[in-house]
């Protein structure tokens, strides 16, 4: 016989539009009892499946804005998987519907398809022992590989959900990707305005709990200038110049502490030879907040700053060859936003990651999550799998110890089973 | 019957060590006197095979540090044009002696071999009119060309000058590579104490009569620090802060305006991406002055802003993973100095120029003759030929006009004759 102690929490259901209706007591009380047995037991019985996929994924290349082949990979995976309505949105995310009993609001499950790795970076994987080596298998093969473990999960059990769950490979949510892949998701796509909720598998680690969204806004600034020989020229603007003035600017303005808000002047390029001055210097800066009105604030900050800097060079030297000119281009913006603590997502997310004997705790971080954070809608980002490391290098680990992997593994799917109310017809 | 004026000036010779014994009037009256009839009759004769070695010459590569193959043709062609003592030294310079009536001071006569272009850089001579375009046609093609005509009118005019003259072709004078042909002549060569004064021909004006070198002194200055991630490391120090502060405290630096004395930020370089704090960024600054004093001055006040920017940006954030280093590295040293106006040999040079329908004027440049002025030695740096222009640049050419060409190459060949005093015998 099967315990059902989710059915327990219909009444939490209302919750997804009234976060602070819901008793934290009573959505951890439901969200922490563990899988049903079949469903547990079928996922252990897919360890083997699982990982073969993990690293069928993970050697499929997917580098920023070429994430076609592997996003055709996982669309015919989720096929395999059961799942009928799978098709590849206008901006290449993947896109798989299962129907809930009711057609209310959809609950998103979300891993992204891209790595940060150049194209003709070489993927093979490697095991020793216990751990699986290669460019971008924590990040994120792992999120697609766990989506398609409980897609099958669900489908051997027959779990009937309340709402309909959309399983997502999404596209360019690392770097200058800017998460255009969830971007298009809530501003354009066919769902836009019928998401409910959204959790995003991004990471190793199932104790890990992104409820909170750093926003950044990112600048390339380019100052320009009419350039010249360093000697013949000499008194004449130099973009060089600015761009100094703008960096101290900007190191001089003050920051909350908390929400966190930072900056950083990170890249500078520019000039062509020690004997010119140069005629346009490139800058860098990133800027980050959970804090939207914070973000905004230091934005305008740096702005000001560099044009003080600019009208500042272009009185301090002669102009008679022509003025600075400041250029900002803005090349990444994500936007800050936050799932309340105990909003029943969080609470379920938290309780479920502690059944499966995982020490929960909440952080913020920039992921997918970002946009729905940042557009009200409840999300969250979370870890599956036992652990790993080097993210974002060639030397990438997974842990896959079996027993401590399928724990990781079971976080996510009773997490979905708990807010998307599912319910084994078998 | 050749006329002989410029025998008039045997007493002159005193003025290699003492030019303010010469009076102006009677270097003048001598220089401004023209080549005798059969010399100039030999170099007009010599126009076509000027311009065809002219052409071998600039279509034999000499990149920056890789003169070799162009020395060794010149080195062939000068023992073709009759000298017997032509060696290439440790350095790479070519260095072709023609005895004198008197084995006292040298006096040397020079052109650079290498140019500014890189390996690899197309170089075939085009002809559109009385134009020949190619890179390095003017810069320094030229110069070599002319000392091979002038040492073939020497030796058909069997011309006996009371000093030795040493025909150089030089490495390194462009760029990085500072000026070591002629360094090392100065302080390594076989004749470095024997030179008594030092001609380079450089440039395609012999009007042009560059008598003041434009030291300079060029930095790149690294800041190095622990880098690290924009968001979770902010807080600590940043190069980029002291690079700025750096470039700040250089542009409120006062100079001279007589003697001109300037600087320029010129390239800057550093971090990998809009997410990082920085572990190095890199700074290029051009120093120049024709006042060794005021370049030292500048060159000190450089070095204490950095320090300054270095030591500020340490104590204005944490050094908690590791503290701002500064690393200042020399990169060009070319010296300053001058030769007087009054000297002989400005004097002769401004009568040559004069007499070939050129209209002299002095001027100050960083070229070969650096070294040697730096040094007390009376040098000057000539043009030859009927100009050109773009130099440094793919689309450098040459005017070849026959009888304004010819009027150019005449400029050295009237100096050489007046400055070593050289009598023909035949």
Same sequence: chains 1, 2.
């Avoid at 350039?227 to 761009?243: C, E, K, L, Q, R």
């Avoid at 490391?389 to 079971?410: M, T």
């Amino acid at each position: 016989m099967i315990s059902r102690p989710w059915l327990t929490i219909a009444a939490a259901a209302l919750a997804w539009s009234a976060p602070a209706a819901a008793s934290n007591a009573s959505s951890e009380s439901v969200a922490s009892a563990p899988l049903p047995d079949a469903m547990r037991a079928q996922l252990a019985q897919e360890y083997d499946r699982v990982i073969a996929e993990l690293i069928r994924i993970t050697e499929t290349p997917a580098p920023p804005f070429k994430e076609a082949e592997r996003a055709a990979l996982f669309a015919a995976m989720l096929r395999d998987a059961g799942l009928s309505d799978v098709t590849i949105d206008a901006e290449g995310n993947v896109l798989a519907l299962r129907p809930g009993r009711e057609d209310g609001p959809v609950f998103v499950v979300s891993a992204h398809l891209d790595t940060v790795f150049p194209e003709g970076t070489p993927i093979t994987v490697r095991r020793d022992g216990d751990r699986l080596f290669a460019p971008g298998i924590g990040d994120d093969s792992l999120g697609l590989a766990s989506i398609l473990a409980w897609v099958r999960a669900l489908e051997a059990a027959q779990v009937s959900t309340l709402h309909p769950v959309l399983f997502v490979g999404s596209v360019g949510e690392e770097g200058q990707g800017d998460l255009r892949g969830v971007r298009h998701l809530f501003t354009q796509g066919a769902y836009k305005d019928r998401i409910g909720a959204f959790l995003s598998i991004d990471n190793t680690d199932a104790g890990r709990i992104v409820h909170a969204a750093v926003g950044s806004r990112r600048y390339r600034l380019a100052f320009r200038g009419p350039g010249g020989h360093s000697y013949g020229a000499f008194g004449i603007v130099n973009p060089m110049a600015a761009m100094a003035e703008t960096v101290r600017g900007l190191y001089a303005i003050s920051v909350p502490r908390e929400p966190r808000t930072t900056y950083a002047a990170s890249v500078v390029s520019g000039g062509t030879s020690v004997n010119s001055i140069p005629d346009e210097i490139l800058l860098e800066i990133d800027m980050r907040s959970r804090d939207p009105e914070a973000l905004a604030q230091l934005e305008a900050q740096l702005l000001a700053a560099a044009r003080a800097a600019v009208d500042g060079e272009n009185a301090a030297r002669s102009i008679r060859s022509g003025a600075i000119r400041l250029d900002p281009e803005l090349i990444g913006d994500r936007p800050a936003g936050t799932t309340p603590e105990n909003h029943p997502l969080v609470v379920r997310a938290m309780a479920a990651s502690r059944t499966y004997g995982f020490e929960p705790r909440l952080d913020a971080s920039s992921t997918d999550a970002n946009i729905p954070m940042s557009l009200g809608i409840p999300a969250l980002t979370i870890g599956s799998g036992a652990g790993g490391g080097r993210a974002h290098s060639v030397e990438e680990y997974l842990n896959i110890e079996r027993e401590r992997f399928l724990a990781g593994l079971s976080v996510g799917l009773a997490l979905i089973m708990a807010h998307a109310e599912g319910e084994p017809t078998r």
